[in-house]
């Protein structure tokens, strides 16, 4: 008995969805700054964990694309040009593309930067 691939994936796609586990404490932060790794990757998403200890802080930066940061564990004070937000866990926060931002870490924090990439 063969396989066929369904048609609507086609021979080389992948499945039309990715079930993520494991996202919560991927890897230890370093010693005195957060520590990133990819969980997700492909032409229209890119899914960044982050692992913060208390009092790690990435500084003032801003992302190429639209993100989406959602946090899964901790708190984090957002920092904004115009404001600061307290982000806790289930909140989600939408940039949009070169808007500069910083976070600290208030308590030991797990957050996803979702990076909405652009395609045709």
Excluded: Y
């Amino acid at each position: 008995m063969s396989v066929r691939p369904r048609p609507e994936c086609g021979r080389d796609a992948r499945p039309p969805e990715s079930h993520l586990t494991d996202v919560i404490g991927r890897a230890e932060p370093f010693e005195n700054r957060p520590r990133a790794t990819i969980v997700h990757n492909d032409a229209t998403t890119k899914i960044v964990a982050f692992e913060f200890g208390e009092g790690h802080e990435l500084g003032d930066h801003a992302a190429h694309h639209a993100v989406l940061i959602q946090i899964l564990r901790g708190r984090v004070e957002f920092g904004l040009p115009d404001r600061t937000i307290d982000l806790r866990p289930g909140e989600i926060l939408h940039l949009t593309p070169k808007l500069r931002h910083s976070v600290r870490a208030l308590e030991p924090t797990t957050l996803t930067v979702t990076m909405l990439l652009p395609h045709d």
